[in-house]
């Protein structure tokens, strides 16, 4: 397994990066938090001028990289658009959202796309979204669906679509560690940068340590799908809880070096951290997606990237 993304996919990555932030960055969340139906609007334009949609992840193992980078950059700027869901989408869809649970539910407002559902058993459904029970700021776009069910043929899609959100997810690490870094440089206390405090130190080392053994799984997800592990949905799975444990260690302490500051509109983390919540809760919450990953290992375990499987 190459730990590194190939060098096309890293520079597509940094092509996104750069056009989202051209197009408005942190603004992008804020305007479409005003119009929810402006998301596709704002964003889908940028990403159909850089050829995003014509990747074809599913059948190219360097394009499925050039996706996770795209999904990266898309978090990194808490992109108010369903990129991930996007280009793991079957045919005859969209978008691709993973649900579970008896009340499901995506953030999906303001959408008018063909939005597939599937669930942790494979399960394919089409969906319709229902009114919304708050505003776009109350609820991050996520609405209530009906699902009406088409077939059971979805198992196949399930590890592309549980892996790539939570690249997503980390460039939104990524961007709430870059914010605490550059916070703690220029706020100072008792007459000193909070970077200097040993304290702060140790919190913001504890945290890029949970930051990177996300981007490690994530590699690792990307290869077990890449070459057809057979235990490519188990991968998935164990990396999406590796990203939501990450997630609670990386938000809290973004927050405290940020302080009250953090909840403020003022403040980008404070955007950032609202606009998680979706990719974090839905389906499936930290408890959830333990219990769907050992029921799915038993007691055999997982290979993991450190184990002896060639190409591991």
């Known amino acids: 397994m190459n730990l590194e993304l190939a060098d096309e996919a890293r520079e597509f990555g940094a092509q996104t990066l750069r056009a989202l932030g051209a197009a408005g960055g942190d603004e992008l969340v804020r305007a479409a938090e005003t119009e929810p139906a402006e998301r596709s609007a704002l964003v ?11 990747l074809a992840p599913r059948r190219d193992p ?21 990129v991930a869901e996007r280009l793991a989408r079957p045919d005859g869809a969209d978008a691709v959202f993973v649900v579970a649970g008896p009340q499901p539910a995506a953030a999906i407002g303001g959408l008018t796309l063909r939005i597939m559902a599937i669930d942790p058993d494979g399960r394919r459904g089409a969906v319709t979204a229902l009114p919304a029970r708050g505003t776009a700021r109350e609820t991050a776009f996520v609405t209530p669906i009906a699902v009406r069910p088409m077939d059971a043929d979805g198992i196949d ?26 916070h703690v440089l220029v706020r100072e206390q008792f007459g000193r940068r909070l970077a200097e405090f040993q304290s702060v130190q140790f919190q913001l080392t504890d945290a890029e ?16 799908i890449q ?14 809880l590796a990203a939501l444990e990450a997630a609670e260690i990386v938000f809290r302490v973004a927050h405290q070096v940020h302080g009250a500051l953090g909840f403020c509109d003022e403040s980008p ?44």
């Open 157 to 182: 899609d399930l590890a592309l679509a549980v892996a790539l959100p939570c690249w997503t997810l980390l460039g939104m690490l990524d961007r709430a560690l870059a914010l605490a870094g550059d």
């Open 209 to 224: 340590v949970e930051r990177k053994g996300v981007e490690m799984l994530a590699r690792y997800a990307l290869w077990s």
């Open 269 to 312: 983390l404070s955007w950032l951290s609202r606009h998680s919540l979706p990719l974090r809760r839905l389906p499936l919450g930290i408890t959830g997606t333990e219990d769907l990953l050992t029921r799915r290992v038993g007691t055999r375990g997982l290979a993991g990237p450190f184990s002896d499987p060639q190409g591991a």
């Open 62 to 82: 360097v394009e499925l990289e050039a996706a996770a980078a795209l999904c990266r950059s898309a978090g990194y700027w808490a992109t108010p658009y369903p």
């Open 227 to 240: 070459t057809g592990q057979p235990d490519a949905v188990a991968d998935a799975l164990a990396l999406r």
């Open 44 to 54: 889908d334009p940028v990403l159909s001028r850089l050829g995003a949609w014509e």
